[in-house]
């Protein structure tokens, strides 16, 4: 079983920045890829970026590379999310998830509740 709980969302300017922490608990964490999913109102969730545990490999959405960073501390197995340079169109609840399997999103088995990101124009 894995815990993940999420902190950093709120409400920022256009061309802004924040950056999101997950903090997770439970066993077998090293094993896990963490995922950063948002999900934009009356749309579906969508990948932003993931980092695997066991060996740093990161992965982004093309809407986040060159704008955000992913990383993780082992030593908390806490992982971050910076953002920057922030558009409206990144406005939606940020959810903190663990997979085996990043391939779909069918493969995050723990999710946490989730952070609200609200970028005004």
């Known amino acids: 079983q894995v815990r993940l709980v999420e902190s950093g969302g709120g409400l920022v300017q256009a061309g802004g920045s924040l950056r999101l922490s997950c903090a997770a608990s439970?066993?077998?964490?090293?094993?896990?890829?963490m995922g950063w999913i948002r999900q934009a109102p009356g749309k579906e969730r969508e990948f932003v970026a993931a980092?695997?545990?066991?060996?740093?490999?990161?992965y982004y959405a093309d809407s986040m590379k060159g704008r955000g960073a992913i990383s993780g501390d082992n030593a908390k197995f806490t992982v971050y999310l910076q953002m920057n340079r922030l558009k409206p169109e990144d406005t939606g609840i940020y959810y903190c998830?663990?997979?085996?399997?990043?391939?779909?999103?069918?493969?995050?088995?723990?999710w946490g509740q989730g952070t609200q990101v609200t970028v005004s124009s």
């Open positions: 980092i695997s545990w066991d060996d740093g490999t990161t």
């Open positions: 439970g066993s077998a964490l090293n094993t896990y890829t």
């Open positions: 998830a663990a997979a085996h399997n990043i391939a779909s999103m069918t493969g995050y088995g723990f």
